[in-house]
T-cell receptor, first 116, second 110 residues
């Protein structure tokens, strides 16, 4: 079975500072990787995904994540955060192929708080 | 395209009652997955339906059930509600593996 560990439950940063949210996964087979963001009282929004190809993936709002197979990590980074980035971020994995179909396994979440 | 919709958005029930939640996927999506989100357990997979068939199931008791209709709309049912069933229930529809989530139904059991 696969599992996901988000190493920080809370990350406080100041506006315009860089941030890294850490995610490690465990799986004996190939996986697809995702980062979702959740704002208060809302559902999850897909931030970015790694399915195959380039190990560096980017979102339209400045976040990026790098898939590192040897370290089984998929850390999320942003060089300069805004107040509006305050939210909870979830790392998730899905088995590539096989019978996992739509099943996502999530980490426990990291609350990012951006202070002015 | 309209996004995933879930009804109702908020629900208060009493222990022992049953509840039905509804999810309408994005038009054209045939897969619908359900997740339970609680502060203690985080996001946990309940089950997934594809073309009216359950094709994946998480580790939840039999009190949790679901179904999918021919138009891909899905319902989940929880019978004999317990206090621990209080949670945000999220539905996601998918196409080619990427899942899109609805706003959720906040269920409170008193």
């Amino acid at each position: 079975a696969q599992s996901v560990t988000q190493l920080d439950s809370q990350v406080p940063v100041f506006e315009e500072a860089p941030v890294e949210l850490r995610c490690n996964y465990s799986s004996s087979v190939s996986v697809y990787l995702f980062w979702y963001v959740q704002y208060p009282n809302q559902g999850l929004q897909l931030l970015l995904k790694y399915l195959s190809g380039s190990t560096l993936v980017e979102s339209i709002n400045g976040f990026e994540a790098e898939f590192n197979k040897s370290q089984t990590s998929f850390h999320l980074r942003k060089p300069s955060v805004h107040i509006s980035d305050t939210a909870e971020y979830f790392c998730a994995v899905k088995l590539a192929g096989g019978t996992s179909y739509g099943k996502l396994t999530f980490g426990q979440g990291t609350i990012l708080t951006v202070h002015p | 395209k309209a996004g995933v919709t879930q009804t109702p958005r908020y629900l208060i029930k009493t222990r022992g009652q049953q509840v039905t939640l509804s999810c309408s996927p994005i038009s054209g999506h045939r897969s619908v997955s359900w997740y339970q989100q609680t502060p203690g357990q985080g996001l946990q997979f309940l089950f997934e339906y594809f073309s009216e068939t359950q094709r994946n199931k998480g580790n939840f008791p039999g009190r949790f059930s679901g179904r999918q209709f021919s138009n891909s709309r899905s319902e989940m049912n929880v019978s004999t509600l317990e206090l621990g069933d209080s949670a945000l229930y999220l539905c996601a529809s998918s196409d080619l593996g990427e899942q899109y989530f609805g706003p959720g139904t906040r269920l409170t059991v008193t």
